[in-house]
């Protein structure tokens, strides 16, 4: 069936501290994954995304890894930051024109 | 410049009312969506949208329907509201080809009394 998940519902880290939020998936077809952010009272915004044959892809701040062998997806996020507290999402699309979303993990970062 | 906007941004109704919901972008972009996103944060797609056409329409009841009057407005009906259709209603868009990047807009909040 489809699913993706979260492991964690909320992470708490201090300011300056690297964050890892973590995501599995269960369908092993699945072509791209893809990270949002959504702040409070806002849209979910696209952060990063990483296809299918790639294990790790940086952006700004943030890095995604991809382990299919165990169907394991994390972002990452250095020198975390306050206004980096929100809900991150998980999502997966297969082409199939729709983005199927996990659960989501809530950061808190403490100052 | 607001890319993706949705009218109203609050919305409060009794149970059995007929409400619309209203979506614009102006990103140019060929493809719309309909999410909602229950008081648990889960965020679950409705309906999508390319260049007017119905490509996705999930699981949803017959009173919720959409509407594309243009590739830039997608709107979202719902009739004889119920208790259960309270949640946040997210719009979004993306380039044709592109659905992992998607644009969403501030949502609109829906409770049903």
């Known amino acids: 069936g489809e699913s993706v998940g979260l492991h964690l519902p909320t992470l708490s880290v201090q300011e300056g501290d690297n964050s890892i939020i973590n995501c599995a998936y269960s369908?092993?077809?699945?072509?791209?994954f893809i990270w949002y952010k959504q702040e409070s009272g806002k849209g979910p915004q696209f952060i990063i995304d990483?296809?299918?044959?790639?294990d790790k892809r940086q952006g700004q701040r943030v890095t995604v890894l991809l382990n299919k062998t165990v169907k394991h997806l994390s972002l990452q996020i250095a020198a975390t930051q306050p206004g980096d507290s929100a809900v991150y999402f998980c999502?997966?699309?297969?082409?199939?024109?729709?983005?199927?979303f996990g659960q989501g993990t809530t950061l808190q970062v403490k100052p | 410049d607001t890319a993706v906007s949705q009218t109203p941004k609050y919305l409060v109704t009794q149970m059995g009312n007929d409400k619309s919901i209203k979506c614009e972008q102006n990103?140019?972009?060929?493809?719309m969506y309909w999410y909602k996103q229950d008081s648990k944060k889960f965020l679950k797609i409705m309906f999508s949208?390319?260049?007017?056409?119905?490509?996705i329409n999930e699981t949803v009841p017959n009173r919720f329907s959409p509407k594309s009057p243009d590739k830039a407005h997608l709107n979202l009906h719902i009739n004889s509201l119920e208790l259960g259709d309270s949640a946040v209603y997210f719009c979004?868009?993306?380039?044709?080809?592109?659905?992992?990047?998607?644009?969403f807009g501030p949502g609109t909040r829906l409770l049903v009394l």
């Open positions: 979004a868009s993306s380039q044709e080809g592109r659905e992992e990047t998607q644009y």
């Open positions: 369908n092993s077809a699945s072509d791209y």
């Open positions: 990483i296809r299918s044959n790639m």
């Open positions: 999502a997966e699309n297969r082409h199939t024109g729709k983005l199927i």
């Open positions: 990103l140019g972009h060929d493809t």
């Open positions: 949208y390319n260049n007017k056409e119905l490509i």
